[in-house]
């Protein structure tokens, strides 16, 4: 199975190829997607480059998975939209990924408790809290919640593991005794994306282009302003 991951929420995303089958995932290919390469415009040609780097045309793509966020709202409809479009031309499945979900699933420290975390803007975060074995259990995703800043390091723990890129400018204020995931994990990665992705593809769990839309967690702040 051909399996093409998109990440598109946070300043600089990444895509991936993968070859999947259902005893292992190989990755292929992939390459990061600069703020300036994450535009409508400048995605899908970048994504052509990438398929033809790995081998592949397009019509042979069998599944691809996206994240539907939390995360930047440009970044996650344009990933979410570039997908379906995919999606639509190629027949290939769909399948959406939790951002925080994605940045988990790449952290190779030991855990009793996980936090990741994304930055929602206004000194707030998007945030999630994975049990050891929540891959066990992928289908019951934790519930993301938006809590200030300081309340959430006032629950942080000894022992607990945290991740995400908010970390650039919270590992220091962090209590003592709680574990910071290794930097190249802060990030979330289209591999991570893509290996969810199949994983949830093959439970059953890919939907129809039409079904798939973005998960932003919080109304934008012109939104907010309407409202007010």
Known sequence: MRVLALETSE?????????????????????????????????????????????WKP????LLCVTTGPGS??????????????????????????????????????????????????QELFVAQFKPD??????????????????????????????????QKLADRLPAGVLVADRNEWQPQAEAVGRLGVAAYQRGRSVDAIQLVPRYYRKSAAEEKADA
């Not at 019509?59 to 069998?62: K, M």
Request: aromatic share 4%; glycine share 8%; no cysteine.
């Open 11 to 55: 300043r600089v995303g990444s895509l991936t190829t993968l070859q999947a089958n259902k005893k292992q995932i190989s990755k292929v290919g992939g390459t990061l997607l600069p703020s300036d390469q994450r535009s409508a415009r400048s995605l899908l040609p970048t994504i052509q480059t990438l398929l033809a780097e790995s081998g």
């Open 59 to 62: 019509n042979q793509l069998d």
């Open 73 to 122: 709202f440009t970044g996650i409809r344009i990933g979410v939209t570039t997908a379906k479009t995919l999606a639509y031309a190629t027949g290939a499945a769909l399948v959406g990924v939790h951002t925080l979900a994605a940045i988990a699933a790449a952290v190779s420290a030991p855990q009793e408790r996980l936090w990741t975390i994304l930055d929602a803007q206004r």
């Open 134 to 167: 929540w891959q066990d259990h992928p289908d019951d995703i934790p519930e993301t919640h938006i809590v200030g800043v300081e309340q959430w390091l006032q629950e942080l723990v000894p022992g607990d593991v945290v991740s995400g890129p908010p970390l």
